[in-house]
């Protein structure tokens, strides 16, 4: 079964940029669509961007455009969400989950991630 | 971009109950709607996609219904671990959106 393994937490200063990894196994990269969702403490869920597969492209929430940056490595299965130009606001768990995983045959967020803690602090 | 409601915000209930959970969007996303449960400290887990379809897993205590504007999440008789946070979500345009989330607590 598809599996996501993440990078661990990270604490970065207000400007600076951070990446995290999302690790496959189960699957390759290439037979999955990458998302990525983000959570703030105590808040609700947060969709940031993803490969949509009906149009072969990665879309991004107009929020994120210009600061998030979507990658996949498809020789290690590992996807990246890089997230420039941080601020206080942007401290929060952020996980990746697959859209449809070919197990599943529908698209919903199916599989995720444990999450990636991103602390921004000065 | 469509906006999802979800009442009530908090529904207290006790084991065996049955737990009737509402989400509401502002225009109509067809069937496209899927369910999660997050419980404190985990990822959120998929429940039901396209308004009802349980999936893989999820026990048969757990139904979607509703198209359009207008679904419910039921939960037929509340298990311990049942009691958790359920959001809802929509696939019907980009970007997609998640309603506010409805904690179910222990009464």
């Known amino acids: 079964q598809v599996q996501l393994v993440q990078s661990g937490a990270e604490v970065k200063k207000p400007g600076a940029s951070v990446k995290v990894s999302c690790k496959v196994s189960?699957?390759?990269?290439?037979?999955?669509?990458m998302h990525w969702v983000r959570q703030a403490p105590g808040k609700g869920l947060e969709w940031m961007g993803g490969?949509?597969?009906?149009?072969?492209?990665?879309i991004y929430a107009q929020k994120f455009q210009g600061r998030v940056t979507m990658t996949e490595d498809t020789s290690t299965d590992t996807a990246y969400m890089e997230l420039s130009s941080l601020r206080s606001e942007d401290t929060a768990v952020y996980y990746c989950?697959?859209?449809?995983?070919?197990?599943?045959?529908?698209?919903?967020?199916?599989?995720w991630g444990q999450g990636t803690m991103v602390t921004v602090s000065s | 971009e469509i906006v999802l409601t979800q009442s009530p915000a908090t529904l207290s209930l006790s084991p065996g109950e049955r737990a009737t959970l509402s989400c509401r969007a502002s225009?109509?996303?067809?069937?496209?709607l899927a369910w999660y449960q997050q419980k404190p400290g985990q990822a959120p887990r998929l429940l039901i996609y396209?308004?009802?379809n349980r999936a893989t897993g999820i026990p048969a205590r757990f139904s979607g219904s509703g198209s359009g504007t207008d679904f419910t999440l039921t939960i037929s008789s509340l298990e311990p671990e049942d009691f958790a946070v359920y959001y809802c979500?929509?696939?019907?345009?980009?970007?997609?959106?998640f309603g506010p989330g409805t904690k179910v607590d222990i009464k």
């Open positions: 989950a697959t859209w449809g995983s070919p197990t599943l045959g529908a698209y919903a967020f199916d599989i």
């Open positions: 189960g699957y390759t990269l290439t037979e999955l669509s």
């Open positions: 490969f949509d597969p009906e149009d072969g492209e990665t």
């Open positions: 225009q109509s996303v067809s069937s496209y």
């Open positions: 396209d308004a009802s």
């Open positions: 979500q929509q696939r019907s345009n980009w970007p997609n959106t």
